[in-house]
């Protein structure tokens, strides 16, 4: 995954909460085994509705994604992460994600900033009422803020979540950072147990 450091642009606002993972790629899109591919099914059945927000060219360029409180519950696919980055998102706001959704997004490099509730209801408002608003999302410092509007807050992250982003690591780059100690180990097993060659 690439490191994540600043994002800055403009939002999609979705003034839903409690939005599962079967809103967000619905199940009928689970049939493909690559991670690629999934953007077009990103709520695919509210796609359906021609006034909701994701169908509007005000937002066509949004790359974060401004939801309600509870975001990510339900089932634990790692699909719906996919869908939302598939299709452009690089960090979704709200006062609250389901802790595997969550998850899910710092192993792949979509960042989810939990904010304060008041701070996500000025945000939704805002971006609702100027579609051009940018956001910026700043991992090093733990921050968010939309200068235009006035609006500044903070979200956890965990140090190790953070330097993860930070340096690009996902599971696999974590355990390539020891591949020297791990070809070191397999040269000393004996000949009859399998190996990582």
């Known amino acids: 995954m690439d490191p994540v450091r600043v ?16 809103q967000i790629i619905p199940a009928e899109w689970l049939k493909r085994v690559e991670r690629t591919g999934f953007g ?4 695919a059945a509210w ?24 975001f990510g519950t339900g ?3 790692e699909h719906a992460v996919w869908a939302l980055q598939d299709y452009g998102f690089r960090a979704v706001i709200s ?23 008041a701070i996500g209801e000025a ?12 956001i910026t999302v700043d991992v090093e410092t733990r921050k968010v803020w939309a200068e235009a509007a006035g609006i500044e807050g ?12 930070l340096e690009g690591l996902d599971d696999i780059g974590l355990t390539l950072r020891h591949a020297d100690a791990i070809a ?7 000949a009859f147990l399998p190996t990582t060659a």
């Open 7 to 22: 994002i800055t642009g403009t939002a999609l606002p979705l003034r839903r909460s409690d939005v599962d993972t079967d």
């Open 154 to 165: 903070d979200f956890p992250l965990d140090d190790f979540t953070q330097m993860r982003l």
């Open 184 to 190: 070191a180990y397999e040269k000393t097993r004996p």
């Open 47 to 70: 796609r359906k509705d021609p006034s909701f927000a994701l169908n509007s060219n005000d937002y066509r360029d949004a790359s974060i994604l401004v939801a309600g409180p509870n």
């Open 123 to 134: 945000l939704l408002a805002a971006v609702e009422k100027d579609p051009s608003l940018e």
């Open 75 to 77: 089932s634990s696919r």
């Open 95 to 117: 006062p609250r994600f389901a802790d595997i959704f969550r998850n899910n997004c710092t192993k792949v490099g979509l960042v989810p900033v939990q904010v304060d509730a």
């Open 40 to 43: 077009e099914g990103l709520f």
